[in-house]
Antibody, heavy 122, light 108 residues
Framework: EVQLLESGGDMVQPGGSLRLSCAASGFSFSDYAMNWVRQAPGKGLEWVSSISGSGGSKYYADSVKGRFPTSRDNSKNTLYLQMNSLRAEDTAIYYC???????????????WGQGTLVTVSS | EIVLTQSPATLSLSPGERATLSCRASQSVNSYIAWYQQKPGQAPRLLIYDASNRATGIPARFSGSGSGTDFTLTISSLEPEDFAVYYC??????????FGPGTKVDIK
């Protein structure tokens, strides 16, 4: 059974940093692209970033480009999102989601974690 | 950037009724549309991918159709557990991968 478990969410002041982790199990992690999707309170879904199975290709939403680098450690079956220069508008639940293939283009998100809440407030 | 528009915003129906949800893209996305269901306090769940393919474990009452710019998710007979918010998402022109704003299906 595929399991994705996010952690690292917290309340942080504007301008601060956080690192989110997503621990994966139940599948061959390195064979699949992984993604971060966020949802502001009471709002819809917003794609944040994607990384290929090998980690060699990474893509970002304009709203986080240059601030939220994503990475993965295939030896630890873990996905990361380093969140820097946080803003109030980054407040959201952050989900990690598995794609259906190793390429970023296979962006059908077939498994999701339960999400971790990031609150940016002074 | 591809903009997805979903209609209606809210659909009020009774159990047993047929639900028809629409997703329209600002330009052609071929057949690269997925549909997700989200219940309160839960993560989204993939229902349909590539316009018409049911994801693993999804009941046959869910079906998807369309190509180009116009897509439909149909729930043939609503079960109590189907009352939720539904999102479409495209993966044809990216980045970014974009989602629609959602359609809420609630109990009439």
């Amino acid at each position: 059974e595929v399991q994705l478990l996010e952690s690292g969410g917290d309340m942080v002041q504007p301008g601060g940093s956080l690192r989110l982790s997503c621990a994966a199990s139940g599948f061959s992690f390195s064979d699949y692209a992984m993604n971060w999707v966020r949802q502001a309170p009471g709002k819809g879904l917003e794609w944040v970033s994607s990384i290929s199975g090998s980690g060699g290709s990474k893509y970002y939403a304009d709203s986080v480009k240059g601030r939220f680098p994503t990475s993965r450690d295939n030896s630890k079956n873990t996905l990361y999102l380093q969140m820097n220069s946080l803003r109030a508008e980054d407040t959201a639940i952050y989900y990690c989601a598995k794609s259906t293939g190793s390429a970023v283009s296979t962006a059908n998100f077939d498994s999701w974690g339960q999400g971790t809440l990031v609150t940016v407030s002074s | 950037e591809i903009v997805l528009t979903q209609s209606p915003a809210t659909l009020s129906l009774s159990p047993g009724e047929r639900a028809t949800l629409s997703c329209r893209a600002s330009q052609s996305v071929n057949s690269y549309i997925a549909w997700y269901q989200q219940k309160p306090g839960q993560a989204p769940r993939l229902l349909i991918y590539d316009a018409s393919n049911r994801a693993t474990g999804i009941p046959a009452r869910f079906s998807g159709s369309g190509s180009g710019t116009d897509f439909t998710l149909t729930i043939s007979s609503l079960e109590p557990e189907d009352f939720a918010v539904y999102y479409c998402q495209q993966r044809y022109i990216w980045p970014p991968f974009t989602f629609g704003p959602g359609t809420k299906v609630d109990i009439k």
